[in-house]
Each structure stands twice: as structure tokens, then as C-alpha cells.
């Protein structure tokens, strides 16, 4: 059974920093793009950024690029996302997700993620 389970989330001010992990069980990771997607109230899920399974892939949404760094550790099936410069605007739910990388580069479209995260909660107060 495959388990995605994020952890880091919490209320920051603006300016702050947060790292979010992603440990994943139940899978072989370092066969997986691995992608993590933000949900705002009242909005739909958006892509924040993705990477390919040896790390060589990266992807960020123009929003983010430059202040949010996305990682991954193989050895301990956990991919991280350091958020830095947060704005009110990132305020979300994050969302970690799995994609069992069937293409060339990692995917930034939610429906191509096959295992996905409960989501942890980011509060930027300004």
C-alpha cells in the first residue's frame, strides 16, 4: 500500500521560511517523479514544483521560482520542499504526490500523479 505523508506545515509570518517533507512508503521511489502541488480556500489545486527521480529534472511555477527549493533524498524515500520569502499568497494546503515517471520529465498536470498526500497546512500571516 502506498503511503505519502507530509509533514513541516505551520503558521509563519511573511518573510519566514518552512521546509516541508514528504516521506513515501509502499513504493520504489527512486522510480517516481515526485511533485508537490498547493491548494489556496476557494481555489483549485495549482503545481508548486516537480523533480525527476535522480534529480538531474527540476520544475517550479513562476510563482515560487527562486524562493521555493524542491529535493529528494533516494536513500530515505523523502522528498523535501524548503519554502523561503513566504508570501500571504502561499498561504495553502501542500500536497506531495507520486508519478511513476512514464515520461522523459517530470509532469507539472495533477492527473498524471498516480499517489498522493493528505497535505499538510501553510499559513503565511502578513
Known amino acids: 500500500q502506498v503511503q505519502l505523508v507530509e509533514s513541516g506545515g505551520a503558521l509563519v509570518q511573511a518573510g519566514g521560511s518552512l521546509r516541508l517533507s514528504c516521506a513515501a512508503s509502499g513504493l520504489t521511489f527512486r522510480r517516481f517523479d515526485m511533485g508537490w502541488f498547493r491548494q489556496a480556500p476557494g481555489k483549485g489545486r495549482e503545481f508548486v514544483a516537480a523533480i525527476s527521480p535522480g534529480s538531474s529534472t527540476i520544475y517550479y511555477a513562476d510563482s515560487v521560482k527562486g524562493r521555493f527549493t524542491i529535493s529528494r533524498d533516494n536513500a530515505k524515500n523523502t522528498v523535501y520542499l524548503q519554502m523561503n520569502s513566504l508570501k500571504p499568497e502561499d498561504t495553502a494546503v501542500y500536497y506531495c504526490?507520486?508519478?511513476?515517471?512514464?515520461?522523459?520529465?517530470?509532469?507539472?498536470?495533477?492527473?498524471?500523479?498516480?499517489?498522493w498526500g493528505q497535505g499538510t497546512q501553510v499559513t503565511v500571516s502578513s
Open positions: 504526490a507520486a508519478d511513476r515517471s512514464r515520461t522523459a520529465v517530470p509532469n507539472r498536470n495533477e492527473r498524471d500523479y498516480d499517489y
